[in-house]
């Protein structure tokens, strides 16, 4: 039957992380503590980070382009209705190319910097399991105060950016 103990002998993920003595176990809390805390502001980071635009702002138009009215009306010219437009047969500026490839790289760039804190953070979450599961209620309450603390702290800062 498993249950929490308040021992300062445990084992923590790996057998050189072997802690017998209350100085081990108040650095080993300390240590499960931090790592809570780094979660919980890569949780933060992470949702900053999604909830920016992953597009520019809307690129200016340009004047060939414009939405304005012309400087004569058709109705005065009868040959202009039956022409081609003047701007269909004009070369333009390559600019929609460089327009829609620098949100693309930029949401790529992006999208790859979201997965990597996606998989640093359920990393760093199973590690932190896996010490509450230790069932030492120090190493608990160090994961639950961390959690606290970063939440406390880091919540705000997301506040503060946005």
Known sequence: MMYFEGSSNVTLLFDFWSVHEPGGMVLSVFVVLLLT?????LKVWK???????THPSAPSIPAAFSTSPPCFSPENSPTLTNSP???????TENTATTAVITPTVNSWLLHSLLTGLHIVQVVLGYIL?????????????GVIVGSLLGYFFAFPLLAHVN
Do not use: D, G, K, R
Request: glycine letters at 0%; charged letters at 5%.
């Open 129 to 141: 399991m896996l010490c509450v599961m230790s069932y030492n209620i120090w190493i608990f309450l």
């Open 47 to 53: 949702n900053t980070l999604a909830q920016q635009p």
């Open 85 to 91: 437009s003047e701007i269909s047969l004009t070369p």
């Open 37 to 41: 805390v780094i979660y919980e502001l």
